[in-house]
Every structure is written in structure tokens, then in C-alpha cells.
């Protein structure tokens, strides 16, 4: 909650998290916010990987689960467990993510964000005009939607 502290202030950070585990129940997500706060370039770099093994959306999910519900995030040694669990080969993932490959690609693609003003996720261009920061509920989208048109 420090993070969360330092980003939206100390008011607002238990209110946001609050607001989250309920919309988390409401899906079936059982967020918890106590875990540690790691650098995100490997999990990146396995998303990247799992991208190219038609693994995408499996290895999302899968470290959604891992960092949000289990207070799991980026150690070598998890990553490759929660690759294993999506099917991908654990010897191959240990042996990419035990080297660089595809980290200036990921490291690029951040500073371009970080150009674009994206500070946080989940961070939405809509129609290439419209940029929005944050868990939005349907009508919100909707009405943004409706203004793109």
C-alpha cells in the first residue's frame, strides 16, 4: 500500500484498493495487496515470448493471478513455474529469461509509453485520440466510445 500511497495519496489509496477487491470479488478475483513491488521487465519479456508461442493470453492471466492473488511477482523462479503452467517449455523459458534477449525491445516500447504520458496500467487509447488511465466500469467506456464515433 506504500505504492499506492506515494501514487494517488494517502487518502485515496485505501479507497482505491478497497474499491478493488470489490470489483475483484464481483469477478471471481481475489486481489491482495500485500505482496512485494518488483521490476516488471522479465514479465514483460515472457509475455513477449509467451506472445510469439501463442501463449498470450494464458501467460496474462496466469501472472495477473500470480502477482494480484498469490503475492507472486517476477522472481526467475516464478516466472518459469507459471510458463510451465501455460504450457510452455520450462527449460526454454529458464534458458531465455537467463538471458537479455527481447529486453531493449520491452525497454523501448516503455519509454515510448512513458512519451505518451502512460504512468500506470490499465491505460486505454481509444481511436488513437481518447488516452484514459485506469479501471473504467461499461458506461464510462461506452460514453468514450460514443464520442470517438
Same mark, same amino acid.
Given at each position: 500500500?506504500?505504492? +499506492?500511497?506515494?501514487?494517488?495519496?494517502?487518502?485515496?489509496?485505501?479507497?482505491?484498493?478497497?474499491?478493488?477487491?470489490?470489483?475483484?470479488?464481483?469477478?471471481?478475483?481475489?486481489?491482495?495487496?500485500?505482496?512485494?513491488?518488483?521490476?516488471?521487465?522479465?514479465?514483460?519479456?515472457?509475455?513477449?515470448?509467451?506472445?510469439?508461442?501463442?501463449?498470450?493470453?494464458?501467460?496474462?492471466?496466469?501472472?495477473?493471478?500470480? +502477482?494480484?492473488?498469490?503475492?507472486?511477482?517476477?522472481?526467475?523462479?516464478?516466472?518459469?513455474?507459471?510458463?510451465?503452467?501455460?504450457?510452455?517449455?520450462?527449460?526454454?523459458?529458464?534458458?531465455?529469461?537467463?538471458?537479455?534477449?527481447?529486453?531493449?525491445?520491452?525497454?523501448?516500447?516503455?519509454?515510448?509509453?512513458?512519451?505518451?504520458?502512460?504512468?500506470?496500467?490499465?491505460?486505454?487509447?481509444?481511436?488513437?485520440?481518447?488516452? +484514459?488511465?485506469?479501471?473504467?466500469?461499461?458506461?464510462?467506456?461506452?460514453?468514450?466510445?460514443?464520442?470517438?464515433?
Amino acid at each position: 500500500m506504500v505504492m +499506492y500511497g506515494r501514487k494517488f495519496g494517502q487518502d485515496r489509496a485505501p479507497l482505491i484498493r478497497d474499491r478493488m477487491i470489490q470489483v475483484g470479488k464481483e469477478e471471481g478475483i481475489n486481489f491482495a495487496y500485500d505482496g512485494n513491488i518488483v521490476n516488471t521487465l522479465n514479465s514483460h519479456r515472457l509475455i513477449a515470448y509467451a506472445t510469439k508461442h501463442g501463449k498470450q493470453d494464458e501467460m496474462v492471466n496466469q501472472l495477473f493471478k500470480d +502477482y494480484f492473488e498469490e503475492n507472486k511477482c517476477g522472481e526467475i523462479d516464478t516466472l518459469i513455474d507459471s510458463a510451465a503452467k501455460v504450457g510452455l517449455d520450462r527449460e526454454k523459458v529458464a534458458q531465455f529469461l537467463k538471458s537479455d534477449e527481447g529486453a531493449q525491445e520491452i525497454k523501448a516500447e516503455i519509454n515510448k509509453a512513458k512519451t505518451q504520458g502512460v504512468q500506470g496500467v490499465p491505460f486505454f487509447t481509444i481511436n488513437g485520440s481518447y488516452n +484514459y488511465s485506469g479501471a473504467q466500469d461499461p458506461q464510462t467506456f461506452e460514453a468514450l466510445f460514443n464520442k470517438a464515433a
